[in-house]
């Protein structure tokens, strides 16, 4: 995604061992506030902000035509709910430690209390990635509950198969200021019994209350 921050990483900055390709992709991308995501059918992985449209506080006022997807409530075959509360943090200390820049990444509007445990790192080497990085520290605080929800996997029309890293609304078609936007973390997808037509899709969703 090239609205993930980019950076150069100066030689003796950093280094690894002892780790996979894939957690060393992961830490490069977590450390510019990013997220690894799979492609369907394809021997590739993309790099996107955690956070791609806006930080969670900002959810409720994006235009629906950003959303990846929409799910009607009456579409759920079961919902589970796991309730994560935390201090809901508006400013943190992002540093590198031998080379680097130091950044204060506050909410706009704030003074960045309360301040969030301070973020040292080899990789914070620049104001924009550090930047990011702080956005997902601060979107990852605050009372927020993880959502589990069994859908269909539909032969066609939406939503499809959603993939982690999409952003999406939950809609309440009762009362429709009830409905919720969501970050799919994972999905788990299965089928009732071999040759079965039938498949469904496993969402684990973060949700946000401000």
């Known amino acids: 995604d090239t609205s993930l921050a980019?950076?150069?990483?100066?030689?003796?900055?950093?280094?690894?061992?002892?780790k996979t390709p894939i957690e060393v992709i992961d830490?490069?991308?977590?450390?510019?506030?990013?997220?690894?995501?799979?492609?369907?059918?394809?021997?590739?992985?993309?790099?996107?902000?955690?956070?791609?449209e806006a930080p969670p506080w900002y959810w409720p006022q994006i235009d629906p035509s950003r959303l990846d997807f929409q799910v009607a409530d009456s579409m759920i075959l079961g919902l589970e709910s796991e309730w994560q509360p935390s201090p809901e943090y508006r400013g943190v200390y992002v540093s590198g430690i031998s080379h680097g820049v130091a950044v204060e990444v506050r909410k706009?509007?704030?003074?960045?209390?309360?301040?969030?445990?301070?973020n040292y790192d080899n990789l914070n080497l620049s104001t924009q990635q550090c930047r990011g990085r702080g956005i997902s520290i601060l979107g990852q605080s605050g009372a927020q509950e993880i959502v589990?929800?069994?859908?269909?996997?539909?032969?066609?029309?939406?939503?499809?198969l959603?993939?982690?890293?999409?952003?999406?609304?939950?809609?309440?078609?009762?009362?429709?200021?009830?409905?919720?936007?969501?970050?799919?973390?994972?999905?788990?997808?299965?089928?009732?019994q071999p040759g079965a037509s039938r498949a469904t899709q496993t969402l684990r969703i973060e949700?946000?209350?401000?």
Do not use: F
């Open 6 to 18: 980019d950076y150069t990483i100066p030689a003796g900055a950093w280094g690894y061992q002892d």
């Open 27 to 52: 830490e490069l991308v977590k450390a510019a506030g990013g997220i690894v995501t799979p492609a369907l059918g394809l021997s590739k992985i993309y790099a996107q902000q955690r956070y791609r």
């Open 108 to 118: 706009t509007g704030t003074d960045g209390t309360p301040w969030a445990a301070d």
């Open 148 to 160: 589990t929800i069994e859908l269909p996997v539909p032969t066609s029309g939406a939503p499809g």
């Open 162 to 192: 959603v993939i982690p890293g999409q952003w999406g609304e939950i809609q309440d078609t009762a009362n429709p200021s009830q409905s919720w936007r969501g970050l799919v973390l994972s999905n788990r997808v299965s089928v009732s």
């Open 207 to 210: 949700r946000h209350h401000y």
